[in-house]
């Protein structure tokens, strides 16, 4: 990196994610919907066959009322592969992961996720049909029962939404050609407003992904005195863990766990979810094992600037919530993500708790230090802080035994189903018991290890 790119990264990178400019974009947003007098709109983009947008359209209906809303529907065909990498592995992740959320939340849970295709397109053409219409206060409803009876399998029901809308499949506005030319008018105009997926909130310039990131949409309006957000949409118990208990903690920390976490220096939401997971492990008595890989783009697979940008600002929003620094960033693909990798690999063999401290003090270099790692007195600097020496520094940044490791770790992840990063692999007695991914899905290893502690107590007390 020159010295330029250096001087210039984490000023940019600052400015982008200062929350000075998104608080005058919002007052400039606001102050034109009132000059001209236009309602509070949200649109939902959704695919029929996304899993999360059925758990999302379950709640909007309570949130267009609680603030006074009008939203509307946008439908999508499938993902673009520039921005879907994995689309078999994020299916089959995505059916398991919301079941978990619709249990969190008290949702109903697609039965399954593999609905027959002449349901799926029925569903699709009844979605669209609702887009299409004047209709204004009943659309999320209906479109909740539709997409209700495709994950419930429930073809008669299916059937029924039909009915009542009334709506005649022979019409040319329905064939083939007419939805394919629909779903992409649709999913151009989506990427113009800076997005690409399914199971998105757009309000007023910014973006909303499902379930997950619905309570940032609810404090944004209750900012505007539109209502009252309440914790409900909320996955975030950092720092009020499941379990605080005495002699239930002791009872889970007795279990032999270990949790394998896959991350890269590459990514923001790995910084994030460092150092929780390192004060989860200490609360219950988890075992780390850090499998650091290679980002992304160093392994071939591009990211495209849309979705690179919407990750930023979503990492800084959570960075915020959760009171972690974040947006003075330099970049470390290349050679800093090299440097990272070759010291942590040397380091791992010596301590897990000081290849750990190491991963902190990179990761807060990158994410809100701006310090150029591919710079070598920077990685020395930065090894130096956590406690590791020049000469193990010399030694692994001479060494390219990291790769194979790297390498071995990726495939690691690739078995188990995931993809992403950071991914966690929880193992009790050396057997797997759960796998998930993202920083905000810290509470399914949670869930789970409070769950494995119920199943081992009612088979003790069995005999």
């Not at 649709?186 to 113009?192: E, L, S, V």
């Not at 330099?330 to 690999?345: I, Q």
């Not at 701006?370 to 692994?396: F, K, Q």
């Amino acid at each position: 990196m020159s010295r330029l790119q250096r001087f210039l990264q984490p000023r940019l990178s600052a400015a982008l994610t200062s929350n000075k400019l998104r608080d005058l974009r919002r007052s400039g947003l606001e102050a034109w919907r009132r000059l001209g007098r236009y309602p509070h709109q949200v649109s939902v983009w959704l695919r029929v066959d996304d899993p999360y947008a059925y758990l999302l359209l379950q709640a909007l209906p309570t949130l267009e009322a609680d603030f006074g809303l009008r939203i509307s529907l946008r439908m999508l065909g499938s993902g673009s592969p520039d921005t879907t990498p994995e689309p078999e592995r994020l299916t089959q992740f995505s059916g398991h992961d919301a079941t978990r959320l619709a249990r969190w939340h008290g949702l109903d849970a697609p039965t399954s996720w593999q609905a027959n295709a002449k349901d799926l397109a029925l569903a699709e053409r009844l979605l669209i049909a609702l887009e299409l219409s004047d209709q204004e206060a009943s659309v999320m409803e209906q479109a909740r029962d539709v997409l209700r009876a495709l994950w419930r399998k429930d073809h008669p029901a299916l059937q029924q939404c039909q009915d009542e809308l009334a709506i005649n499949m022979s019409s040319a506005k329905f064939d083939a050609d007419s939805i394919a030319s629909h779903l992409k008018r649709n999913a151009d105009k989506q990427r113009q407003l800076g997005h690409y997926a399914s199971a998105m909130l757009h309000y007023a310039g910014e973006w909303y992904w499902g379930i997950d990131r619905l309570d940032y949409l609810s404090r944004r309006l209750t900012s505007l005195n539109l209502g009252t957000a309440s914790a409900q949409w909320s996955t975030h118990i950092d720092g009020h863990f499941l379990v605080s208990d005495a002699e239930r903690l002791a009872d889970l920390r007795a279990l032999d766990a270990e949790l394998d976490v896959y991350f890269s220096y590459r990514s923001p939401y790995s910084y994030l979810a460092l150092s929780r997971i390192r004060l989860l492990a200490e609360h219950y008595g988890i075992v780390l094992r850090l499998k650091p890989v290679l980002p992304m783009v160093m392994r071939g697979l591009p990211v495209p600037t849309i979705k690179r940008l919407y990750i930023l600002l979503d990492s800084k929003r959570e960075a915020d919530l959760l009171d972690l620094d974040f947006g003075r960033i330099c970049d470390p693909v290349g050679a800093g993500v090299e440097h990272c990798l070759a010291v942590t690999h040397a380091v791992l063999t010596q301590s897990e708790k000081l290849a750990l401290d190491f991963a902190e003090s990179a990761c807060a270099a990158i994410w809100h230090e701006g310090r150029d790692l591919s710079h070598l007195p920077e990685i020395y600097a930065c090894a130096l802080r956590a406690g590791v020496t020049a000469d193990i520094v010399d030694a692994a940044l001479a060494s390219d035994d990291w790769r194979e490791a790297a390498s071995q770790h990726h495939g690691e992840l690739l078995a188990l189903g995931l993809w992403g990063v950071p991914s966690f692999n929880l193992r009790l007695d050396g057997q797997p018991l759960c796998q998930t991914w993202g920083q905000d899905r810290l509470w399914v290893l949670e869930d789970a290890l409070n769950d494995s502690l119920k199943i081992h107590q009612s088979v003790n007390s069995q005999h």
